[in-house]
């Protein structure tokens, strides 16, 4: 029993994030919970559950859907969404790909990340989602560490760095026209480590893909990538079996994979505090075209 | 391990930057790749050193313009404590979003340059940390080097500093000497100031005894939401009735006696549940859910209190704003939307009573009007009451946010002296 009032961190992280799931239940009229079956979602999720104990999560769930995914993501989400008895919606990057909304990119470099921002901006307009929660966390990368818990977005879904609101103590401005939306972050203030911390201490599961398997990959600037059908390979990129495990899981084409034996949840905590590079340094070629490449997306609606 | 929130106040040129940079990287919390990205830009843009501003400007104007222009939040632990830093403006024409990243610090670091001793600007941060009531605030001294180290020019600020701040609401002050650059008195006590006999920063930051800059007198508890589970197959849950809400102060407990407000109406609490678990007591900052043991009618935006320690449903609020928008001035007959705890009603300012120089805290009673990052008082009158408390007692239910009725943004930040 605590005598002296103290709370750990993952206790006043949780309690911070469930305030704000909360206020977002009560404030807004058509929320929806962005579910991609990466470890971040799955700890969002797990709080959006705790904050309406017994009650069902009074909002659906999801998810955007690239087309490529790795199966192991896609068999998670279906079961995870299953036992919460929550609505989920699919938005396909291939169904947009097939309306004519976006033109899949070609040559080397093919990656429907970018088309993710049509498809979702479409979703929300689509089901009149009035404001989504997102996983992100301000610890991942330099343009998140600026964005607001409750991050307004305009009518084209734009995000305007150098004019957001002022967001004080624990009050929230939810206020919107129709047609506008606000990106609400519930994790805004947890680092990649209290992830996995927090998955550790209320037991979480997590995709099996975090955990150190076999699989054939191959290397382009220095990201071990997984072979797949969707993604071209140039004739010296050449493939090769290795232990790896994922730090970040999105789209197969751009995720990468790091060479790991860690196959518990408490080893993985050992390997990230180690580590000397970030999760999205490590994994994520989306982040490498150019300096601003997260600030540039999210000005245009991105997650 | 505890959770500590500070907000780093001073720009570029104090050596703000250089100083996160010096605590992430002492503390192995800038990583590789970081760093590296760092050193490439800096070195792209002719820079004969390492920008570590760059570490924190996270924004593409921010980086072209070398200032900082909105708070970034930064993280790093020690095996004693997670730390999140809120890297906040120095300049005044981003006022609003120092006053943000200040709101929910526990502590402030105002930077001062020793070779220039105390300016407008330091002044200036200092007087918002204790507006915001930030409950602890370090004054640090830096470039200490540049100044060989000399305790004369150390104290001679300090000094100054101590006769300034008598006329701030200071609650904990601390001045120490430091040399971001070079590291002394970050991480490690310096050999260089053996006059000093006080902790380092790095230090002061571990050891701060926070626990009790929260309020556990006044139990307050503002209704966020009602949980009613709708499950027809589930018999136990059929009467379920539970009160969700952060408590903002006190401690609650099973068996306690409760005043609802505004009905007035006292009840007991039969159980407290967090995440569906029951819990013995309940504390701020926890999110929980109450079972009371009568059906009261009660909904978002009420209060749960002690029947001995109720705060004035108020209707009438005098306090201190910052306004935060270019758009409108802030004056009398102003018409605004109040959002204070879960409680959003409509407000109009009837009075403006000074603004306040933040520079020279000199009052003008002759203000009518107050424009983007003035500061002033204000009397307001609202259409309905709020539970509310004088910001010294509490942040939580002693702040509110203004927001603009047409654009719906947030355009003040009042800071409550009195309620009734």
């Known amino acids: 029993m605590p005598t002296d009032y103290l709370l750990s961190q993952l206790d006043v992280l949780e309690a911070e994030s469930i305030h704000v799931i909360r ?3 009560a404030e807004f009229e058509r929320p929806a919970l962005l579910f991609s079956g990466g470890k971040d979602s799955i700890v969002m999720l797990a709080l959006a559950e705790k904050a309406f104990r017994p009650a069902n999560i009074p909002f659906p769930v999801m998810h955007v859907d690239t087309g490529h995914n790795f199966p192991e993501v896609l068999e998670f989400r279906d079961r995870r969404v299953a036992e919460l008895g929550v609505r989920l919606e699919v938005a396909s990057v291939q169904a947009s790909i097939d309306a004519g909304r976006a033109v899949e990119e070609t040559g080397r470099w093919t990656s429907r990340n970018r088309l993710q921002t049509v498809t979702l901006l479409d979703a929300i307009e689509d089901n009149r989602f009035d404001a989504l929660f997102g996983g992100a966390r301000r610890d991942e990368e330099k343009a998140r560490a600026k964005e607001r818990v409750f991050s307004f977005r305009d009518e084209f879904g734009q995000w305007d760095p150098k004019n957001q609101r002022p967001e004080l103590w624990n009050l929230y ?4 026209r129709r047609g506008e939306h606000i990106r609400v972050f519930p994790l805004s203030n947890w680092t990649e480590l209290d992830i996995w911390a927090y998955i550790e201490r209320e037991g979480l599961e997590i995709p099996s893909i975090y955990y150190a398997h076999e699989r054939e990959v191959f290397e382009r600037d220095g990201i071990l990538l997984a072979v797949s059908e969707y993604l071209p ?66 000005r245009e609606g991105y997650f | 391990m505890d959770l500590l929130r500070f907000a780093t106040a001073g720009s570029v040129d104090d050596g703000k930057s250089t100083l996160i940079g010096r605590l992430l990287y002492d503390s192995k919390s800038i990583f590789e790749d970081q760093l590296e990205a760092v050193e490439r830009t800096s070195r792209d843009r002719g820079e004969e050193t390492t920008n570590l ?13 070398g200032i900082t222009i909105d708070v970034a939040y930064r993280y790093f632990a020690t095996p004693r404590r997670k730390f999140i830093i809120a ?10 979003n120092m006053v943000t990243g200040a709101s929910t610090a526990d502590l402030a670091v105002v930077l001062v340059d020793a070779r220039n001793g105390l300016t407008e600007q330091s002044r200036r941060h200092a007087f918002l940390t204790t507006l915001l009531r930030v409950p602890h605030l370090v004054l640090a001294v830096n470039k200490m080097d540049l100044v060989g180290y000399d305790q004369a020019v150390f104290d001679q600020i300090r000094d100054e500093f101590s006769k300034f701040a008598t006329k701030l609401e200071v609650q904990d002050l601390t001045f120490i000497p430091i040399s971001a650059l070079h590291g002394d008195n970050v991480v490690e006590r310096s050999a260089n100031m053996p006059w000093y006999d006080g902790p380092s920063l790095l230090h002061h930051l571990e050891h701060l005894h926070i626990a009790s800059d929260r309020n556990l007198i006044d139990v307050r508890f503002p209704v966020q939401y009602v949980i009613r589970p709708h499950a027809a197959d589930n018999p136990e849950l059929h009467d379920y009735r539970g009160y969700a809400g952060q408590v903002a102060g006190g401690v609650l407990k099973p068996g306690d006696e409760v005043l609802h407000l505004p009905s007035g109406f006292t009840t007991t609490i039969n159980a407290i549940e967090a995440a569906g678990q029951s819990v013995a007591e309940a504390f701020p900052p926890m999110s929980v859910t109450l079972l009371l043991a009568d059906d009261v009618d009660i909904s978002r935006g009420d209060l749960i209190c002690r029947p001995n320690n109720r705060p004035a449903g108020a209707q009438d609020i005098e306090g201190m704003v910052v306004w935060m928008t270019a758009d409108r001035p802030l004056a009398p007959r102003s018409r605004l939307i109040v959002k204070h705890t879960t409680r959003t009603v409509k407000g109009i300012v009837t009075d403006l009573h000074y603004r306040i120089d933040v520079n020279t805290l000199h009052r003008d009673e002759t203000a009518t009007s107050l424009g983007l990052n003035e500061i002033g008082r204000i009397r307001l009158r609202l259409t309905q009451p709020i539970f509310a408390d004088p910001y010294t007692r509490s942040r939580l239910t002693g702040g509110m946010i203004l927001i603009d009725e ?15």
């Open chain 1, 23 to 25: 206020e977002v239940a």
């Open chain 1, 173 to 176: 401005n939810t206020r919107i």
């Open chain 1, 233 to 298: 390979r140039a004739e010296d990129e050449q493939p090769f079996m290795a232990t790896v495990r994922y730090r970040t899981v999105g789209d197969m084409t751009i995720t990468g994979a790091v060479v790991s034996t860690a196959a518990t949840v408490a080893e993985v905590i050992a390997e990230v505090a180690a580590t000397r590079i970030t999760e999205r340094g490590q994994t994520r070629a989306d982040d490498r075209t150019s300096e601003a490449a997260m600030e540039d997306r999210k």
């Open chain 2, 53 to 65: 501003a760059l570490l924190t400007d996270g924004l593409r104007a921010e980086r072209e313009q």
């Open chain 2, 87 to 96: 890297d906040t403006p120095g300049h005044i024409q981003y006022t609003r």
């Open chain 2, 406 to 420: 047409a654009t719906h943004t947030t355009v003040g930040a009042v800071m409550i002296t009195d309620a009734r």
